[in-house]
């Protein structure tokens, strides 16, 4: 199993949809979370942290589940510029390690 | 404030050729990593650097892999020789970092190998 897993996508959503992602980790030790976003060609910028209590920035809700050890990033009315690889990020355990997934590609169509 | 700087943006090679590739972490950034990142895949850690000390090194593959980041500043990560499977795009990112290591990473724009 991989420490870090996404559903590759692609994910195809009209405009004004919301779409949600899933990302499960298995180091139950993990203690950092974040979900960064990678347009095509370009390098990962990061989109936010998950906090425990779960956060909010806009149209992006992020949220953990410890017990069931996933972070989710859901995206309200989807625009044509959120088009791009959604990567979840899960640090922790010895040396603070630090997991990529692979990424979860988004395509808003108009 | 400038941002990540890595250089050679591009790199073609002979595979048995060495490479090396520059990075310029933002400044007064303790952290510095090397990730590389295939097509369709997240970044892998390679290495992960506090100041000067390589704190995980566990993904590098050492026996043609190896990096430095003398006076805990700019790094170089280098490859020799290189093989085919290293064609990849080598990122290079550094974040203001206490222990809990939540904070957040700035990226540099990579550098594209390619190994002929």
């Known amino acids: ?110 | 404030e400038a941002g990540v700087v890595q250089s050679p943006r591009y790199k073609i090679i002979e595979k048995k050729q060495p490479v090396a590739f520059w990075c310029n972490p933002i400044s007064g950034h303790n952290t510095l990593y090397w990730y590389l990142q295939n097509l369709g895949q997240g970044p892998e850690l390679l290495i992960r650097y506090e100041n000067e000390e390589a704190v995980d090194d566990s993904q590098l593959p050492k026996d043609r892999f190896s990096a430095e980041r003398l006076k805990g500043v700019d790094s170089t990560l280098k490859i020799q020789p290189a093989e085919l499977g290293d064609s990849a795009v080598y990122l290079c990112a550094s974040s203001l970092d206490g222990p809990s290591g939540r904070s957040e990473q700035f990226f540099g724009p990579g550098t594209r190998l390619t190994v002929l």
């Open chain 1, 1 to 110: 199993r991989k420490e870090v897993e996404q559903d590759p996508g692609p994910f195809n959503v009209p405009e004004g949809a919301t779409v949600a992602f899933n990302c499960t980790y298995s180091n139950s030790a993990s203690q950092s979370f974040f979900w960064y976003r990678q347009d095509c060609r370009k390098e990962p910028k990061l989109l936010m942290s998950v906090y425990s209590s779960g956060n909010e920035d806009g149209r992006f809700t992020a949220q953990l589940n410890r017990a069931s050890q996933y972070i989710s990033l859901l995206i309200r009315d989807s625009k044509l510029s959120d088009s791009a690889t959604y990567l979840c990020v899960v640090t922790g355990g010895g040396y603070q390690k630090v997991t990529f997934g692979t990424g979860t590609k988004l395509q808003v169509i108009p």
